[in-house]
């Protein structure tokens, strides 16, 4: 794996194997260094040659095709894959289900989404193997009898067989529900070598004055809009009925686990209803909207052009599941602010979600930017937030709230010159001299990428970073286990606290902060 950890050879440590009697720090490192050690563990053996069954002939093909990705460094990262499971991938949201997969139903659907996840993954990867890489796994592939199928088919085929033999026996499957599960984004050595029960302590003071800032940003924002704005608002589309999106979101929760899963039309249909605007303070060419492209370096950066792109995510709030719509903008960098600025670099963008209810309303809106920094909240009246704990971990950064807004609405977001930090939410606004419409693509769109060397790649790393838009701010705070700290990353992979832990794909993330408003 080209010296990088992957998620499907952890594993968890055994109960009682680190717990050596030493001072706090030190447990921590040895903690860390052992759990580093278990994620070498390696897999089972693949069958031999003379094994010629359908089973036996897709895990020799799977295994070809993961060791050429690995090579190729064209693995996808935004889904965990399983150890013993190489046809099916988790998220977050996916693995909070483990503990409510008794009935064989809800098992076959929660089985079914890791198939989908895994699917997804390997024809982005296969896609992006270079020419050579693929004509050699097509020799391979053509040994085990799968040469002249199309990639969809050979993926759907093999990835069922191989899903069905993980899950033969009853046992099978629990233990399958037991290593479904995401590592987290925090590097434990880097926080246990930084003295993080100590070095938090000092970040976290830190942390507080950045939140005071931001909320000082929102109440001093002025209603008016300056001279440089420019608008990006959603191109036009046909109206719907407020009714709409309740009857979307009734009928694509039909299904076992109760998940809001509509159809690629439908989806549609609620990215265009709920489509923010965003204003823009526009001052030079870091502010202008842009579509993710690679430059004649083989580097990321952006070229001009009004386009939003837009994704489903869910998360689970006071025990339903909610879907939600996420919206990106990008930026072609942050320029420095003054020499030496260490939150500089190339790319940069905001990510906007809304949780809806069962009737399409917003419930809450947060935002980050691609480096999963900056995370704020702006709750709505539907919703309560709750008493902040008493503990230096970050808490939700609610700058501003909302009243109740009807099913189907949407929001105005601002958004500051060079920094691009959101400065104002407001449920109205006028369209600026300047405005633009903008288009909504598919967010899975910038995991095949063309690539000025031929072919395509995905905007991502096998990391999940991308490459290039690394900041100095990573040296600064490398103590907090966040690795390259600044850097852009892949949905799935945004770890968004500096002090604590916290990703913007937990399942849970809004039952931590907030309550639904009495009725």
Not at 151 to 159: N, S
Not at 200 to 223: C, K, L, M, Q, S
Not at 340 to 349: C, K, V
Not at 423 to 439: E, F, H, I, K, M
Request: with cysteine.
């Amino acid at each position: 794996m080209r010296g990088r950890r992957d998620p499907d050879v952890r594993h968890p440590t055994r109960a009682g194997a680190c717990t050596p009697s030493l001072p706090a720090l030190a447990a921590t490192l040895v903690a860390a260094l052992v759990a580093a050690a278990c994620a070498s563990v390696p897999v089972a053996p693949l069958p031999g040659p003379s094994d010629r069954s359908l089973a036996a002939r897709c895990a020799r093909a799977y295994a070809a095709l993961d060791a050429a990705v690995d090579v190729a460094g064209v693995r996808d990262a935004q889904a965990a894959r399983i150890r013993d499971a190489p046809s099916l991938r988790v998220t977050r949201f996916l693995a909070s289900f483990g503990p409510s997969l008794d009935e064989p139903l809800a098992f076959a659907q929660w089985r079914s989404l890791l198939e989908r996840e895994d699917r997804s993954a390997r024809l982005v990867e296969i896609a992006n193997l270079p020419e050579g890489a693929t004509r050699t796994l097509l020799a391979t592939l053509a040994a085990e009898g799968f040469g002249a199928m199309p990639p969809q088919a050979f993926v759907e085929g093999c990835g069922r067989e191989l899903a069905d033999a993980a899950t033969t026996t009853a046992g099978a499957r629990a233990a399958l529900v037991a290593r479904a599960h995401v590592p987290d984004d925090y590097d434990d050595v880097a926080r246990a070598l930084g003295l993080y029960p100590l070095s938090r302590i000092v970040y976290a003071t830190g942390v507080r004055i950045y939140e005071h800032a931001v909320r000082d940003a929102f109440a001093a924002n002025p209603a008016a809009l300056p001279a440089t704005a420019v608008t990006y608002a959603p191109a036009p589309w046909p109206a719907f009925p407020p009714t709409e999106a309740a009857g979307i979101l009734a009928r694509s929760r039909a299904n076992p686990l109760r998940i809001p899963d509509p159809s690629e039309a439908e989806l549609d249909q609620l990215l265009a209803m709920h489509a923010p605007t965003f204003v823009v303070d526009t001052r030079d060419a870091n502010d202008r909207v842009g579509r993710p492209v690679f430059g004649k370096d083989a580097v990321a950066t952006t070229e001009p052009a009004a386009v939003v792109f837009g994704r489903a995510a869910h998360t689970r709030f006071a025990g339903v599941t909610r879907l939600q719509l996420v919206y990106t903008i990008w930026f072609p960098a942050r320029p420095p602010a003054h020499p030496g600025d260490p939150f500089a670099g190339r790319l940069d963008g905001v990510i906007w979600r809304v949780t809806l209810d069962d009737e399409g309303a917003p419930l809450v809106f947060d935002s980050i930017h691609p480096c999963g920094c900056y995370h704020l909240f702006v709750p709505t009246a539907r919703v309560v937030a709750k008493p902040d704990r008493a503990t230096l971990d970050e808490q939700a950064l609610v700058p501003a709230t909302l009243p109740a807004i009807a099913s189907g609405a949407s929001v105005t977001v601002h958004v500051e010159h060079a920094t691009h930090y959101v400065r104002a939410v407001r449920t109205s606004g006028s369209r600026s001299p300047a405005s633009l419409d903008y288009r909504i693509a598919s967010d899975d769109a910038l995991r095949t990428l063309p690539h000025p060397h031929g072919g395509t790649r995905s905007l991502y790393g096998p990391d999940g970073l991308v490459a290039g838009t690394g900041r100095a701010e990573a040296a600064l705070f490398w103590p907090l286990g966040i690795r390259s700290a600044g850097a852009m990353r892949q949905w799935g992979r945004h770890a968004t606290a500096f002090v604590g832990r916290r990703h913007f794909d937990e399942a849970h993330l809004l039952d931590r902060y907030f309550t639904p408003a009495p009725r």
